[in-house]
């Protein structure tokens, strides 16, 4: 069969390249209209807990995708006129930004901020610092007493040491376009910074913030592309000394990118911009197969001495295309099946990533496989040579020590170090975290602005990431009023607040103190809460009755049915998140509600926090899967088990040895680096398919197992080396990026790069020679001596 599709694409390669050119030509049209976009509600896992309960209450208690605003001075404090008018400018500007909540901005300046009196006339409730910025010395002096004596912002919108102050504000999910956040919040504090004379620093953080910068690098980002790809031509270049050789593998990742990304555009998935490092290990394959059949051309045209021109190209380009359609087909499915693993998350943009990836890694089986050896088939003069540097002897001594090694007792030493290498690493990369692993953002470096905003404002503050808990019930309005919802808040506040990294909590529990002093005077032996339900109850009506609409939504909504419990966060972590998930359910459990009940949990950590539950329980199966995948497709296509077993060997060394780098740099398992370790499972094998085969052609024409060993290397193992190298370089390239995701993911591609094939050219043919296996060797073993070996 193999054999008939290759003689039917050789001598029909007009139909062949003019069907390939219409479809790309289609294509590229789709392509070019692709959104590169990152979609919030594509995070999400919208079936679990979690999310339910952040989508059913964030429009009252605040979603997750909030920004933070630090406004600080150096010397002296806050109070001074010119700084709270840019608090005021800067909080009246953001209801101008696109996607705003005008309901869930908080600040100084806005109406949310309260003070609670109490006289003879009753109780009042007034804006700390609105309409109006303090004009005298006497009425700043009023805000700094009424600020000093109000725990829910003193602390909590204004540092303790009163030279810092906050504005928060939340943005609606379904419309907000980070891109244009990022740009419109940074065009308001620029407008305010304009009449700074520099003693005020205005830190902002925030993921429509952290996402608005991941597009911002997006120009640098493809500049590096572009420099990839051009290290990768001048090496090709170089290595291989054709033009064929430089053109035909750019143009295999080209239009397997083209029919990627018009496919997609089709189907209406967006392009999420830090998945171009997924894009650029795809790409990486699409190199891959074609420099291997342009090696497998090269190294026809020697054993076919009595042909020349467009005859030999023609029957060079069969033999290439008809001997690596199997290793080439299988590599290309493999990286598919392991990356449809993927799509078993519930998580949508793993899902659309998912199809993404297994629809470009599919197009290289038209590009690489199919193409390459059709356009190598119009070659006139298949045997010249673009310039005169011949590194290929240098080459062949790498080749040559693998076969020595192979052929030796030292292959018994490669075998055993590579089973303490496989045991070595899994033990260490147990230690692999889900979540992130470092404070601050990992998808940007530590010293990036964000990161020192982030840094500073958790420095000065509580937290700026939060997550909520809600307590009560939709059926019983007036429920969190009771005094069993009321005193459970404020235990569950005390008793969460003792974790190092949640920097204090809020809810209605801390405002019905506040009401109760000021109901006495400001007495504070009278700041707690009552033991009177009905009490607490009519401290509550109080409140409502002075609020107006949106001043209670941070803590009730508005039938009083639940109520909220908000923790901040200084980082989020994938330990520090998990701890307090746990200790949350550890004070549920304690204390059972008699009314009401809780509803786990909402804000942007409390998103995360069912990202890394997903993601723990899905890593193990996925891998597990993948690998298993991986078995089946080289059991079905070599019609042994053993195959299966012998493939997944290269496989567990470069994911163990990946996953412990990862433990030690300190990478997390989240979100984004999920797809890049799911189709490294399909990356660990491409180059010991192409080794195996070849070795099992070789015995298959009658090659002594010494003989095909060594042929196998200087042939495949020739085209291993040469886009391993190529591809190692290119990659390293990334780590100069801004983004540190990319850089660390770009180390990672080039490591198991490093580790696929050292395994291919050492530890694969080892294993084969060692054990021979039958699907290679046939029912002989390989005992059977090739006269030309023999001769020899």
């Not at 608090?87 to 908080?106: K, P, W, Y």
């Not at 610092?129 to 004596?149: F, G």
């Not at 038209?366 to 005169?388: C, E, F, K, M, N």
């Not at 059977?784 to 023999?790: E, F, H, S």
Request: aromatic fraction near 8%; glycine fraction near 6%; charge should be neutral.
């Amino acid at each position: 069969m193999i054999e008939r599709i290759a003689h039917f694409c050789i001598s029909r390669r007009k139909l062949v390249v003019g069907l390939l050119l219409a479809c790309t030509l289609v294509l590229s049209w789709f392509a070019l209209h692709i959104q590169v976009r990152t979609v919030f509600e594509d995070m999400l896992p919208s079936k679990h807990e979690y999310v339910k309960t952040h989508e059913k209450f964030k429009d009252t208690f605040g979603g997750s995708n909030m920004v933070t605003i630090m406004l600080e001075v150096d010397k002296g404090d806050i109070f001074q006129t010119p700084v709270l008018e840019k608090v005021r400018d800067l909080t009246l500007g953001m209801r101008e930004v696109s996607a705003v909540n005008q309901f869930q901005i908080t600040s100084l300046a806005s109406k949310k901020l309260k003070e609670v009196h109490a006289s003879t006339s009753g109780i009042e409730s007034s804006p700390l610092m609105w309409p109006d910025v303090p004009q005298t010395a006497e009425k700043m002096a009023e805000l700094k007493s009424a600020v000093l004596r109000n725990p829910l912002v003193y602390g909590p919108y204004v540092s303790k040491d009163l030279q810092a102050t906050l504005i928060t504000v939340d943005f609606i999910d379904q419309k907000v376009d980070y891109a244009t956040v990022f740009k419109e919040i940074n065009a308001q504090i620029a407008k305010v910074a304009k009449v700074d004379d520099g003693s005020v620093k205005i830190r902002v953080v925030g993921d429509p913030i952290l996402f608005g910068w991941v597009n911002h690098y997006l120009p640098e980002t493809l500049h590096l592309v572009f420099y990839a790809l051009g290290v990768t031509l001048a090496m090709l270049f170089v290595l291989l000394r054709t033009w064929r050789g430089v053109v035909l593998p750019l143009l295999a990742g080209l239009v397997s990118a083209i029919w990627a990304l018009g496919i997609c555009q089709i189907l209406g998935i967006s392009f999420e911009p830090l998945v171009i490092v997924v894009a650029m290990l795809i790409t990486s394959r699409a190199v891959s197969h074609s420099v291997q059949i342009v090696n497998r051309f090269d190294d026809e045209l020697e054993a076919q001495p009595q042909l020349s021109g467009e005859e030999l190209s023609g029957t060079a380009a069969r033999v290439a295309l008809a001997d690596l359609f199997r290793p080439g087909m299988l590599g290309v499915i493999a990286d598919a099946a392991c990356m449809a693993v993927v799509a078993m998350s519930p998580i949508p943009m793993l899902q659309k990533l998912t199809v993404l990836s297994v629809v470009w890694v599919s197009t290289l089986t038209v590009s690489a496989v199919i193409l390459t050896p059709v356009l190598l088939s119009y070659i006139r003069r298949p045997r010249g040579y673009a310039h005169p540097l011949n590194l290929q002897p240098v080459l062949r001594k790498v080749l040559d020590f693998a076969v020595g090694i192979t052929l030796s007792r030292a292959r018994y030493l490669v075998l055993g170090t590579s089973l303490l290498v496989i045991v070595s690493a899994g033990i260490y990369a147990l230690n692999l975290k889900i979540g992130d692993a470092n404070p601050g953002s990992p998808i940007l470096w530590p010293h990036a602005k964000y990161n020192q905003d982030s840094k500073a404002i958790n420095s000065r503050f509580e937290g700026v990431d939060r997550l909520f808990v809600v307590i009560g019930d939709d059926n019983r309005p007036g429920v969190v009023k009771g005094n069993d919802v009321l005193p459970s808040m404020d235990r569950f506040q005390r008793f969460m607040e003792v974790q190092p990294e949640i920097g204090g909590s809020l809810s209605i529990a801390d405002v019905i103190p506040q009401v109760n002093a000021s109901l006495h005077e400001g007495n504070p032996h009278y700041q707690e809460m009552s033991d009177n339900a009905a009490i607490n109850a009519s401290l509550m009506a109080m409140l409502e009755s002075v609020s107006e609409p949106g001043d209670m939504d941070r803590f009730v909504d508005k039938q009083s049915a639940n109520g909220s419990v908000t923790l901040m966060f200084r980082d989020r972590q994938g330990e520090t998140i998990r701890t307090a998930v746990a200790r949350i359910k550890e004070f549920i459990a304690a204390n059972p509600l008699k009314e009401g009940h809780w509803q786990l949990a909402g804000g942007v950590v409390g998103v995360m926090a069912a990202i890394n539950e997903i993601i723990l329980s899905s890593q193990i199966e996925a891998i597990a899967l993948a690998l298993l995948v991986l078995a089946v497709l080289c059991t079905i296509v070599y019609r042994s088990t053993i195959a299966g077993m012998l493939f997944m060997v290269p496989v567990i060394i470069s994911n163990m040895l990946t996953f412990a780098f990862m433990v030690w740099k300190g990478i997390g398992m989240n979100i984004n680096t999920v797809p890049v370790a799911a189709l490294g499972i399909g990356l660990g094998v491409d180059y010991a398919f192409y080794i195996a085969d070849r070795v099992k052609e070789e015995i298959a024409i009658g090659s002594s197992p010494e003989h095909a060993i060594s042929q196998a290397l200087h042939s495949a193992g020739m085209g291993v080396i040469v886009t391993a190298s190529v591809l190692i370089l290119s990659t390293l390239l990334w780590w100069v990026s801004s983004l540190r995701f990319q850089a660390e993911m770009g180390l990672l591609m080039a490591i198991w790069l490093s580790v696929s094939a050292m395994s291919a050219l050492f530890v694969m043919p080892s294993l084969i020679y060692v054990f021979r296996p039958r699907f290679i060797f046939g029912a002989q073993g390989g005992d059977a001596k090739a006269p030309l070996q023999q001769a020899a």
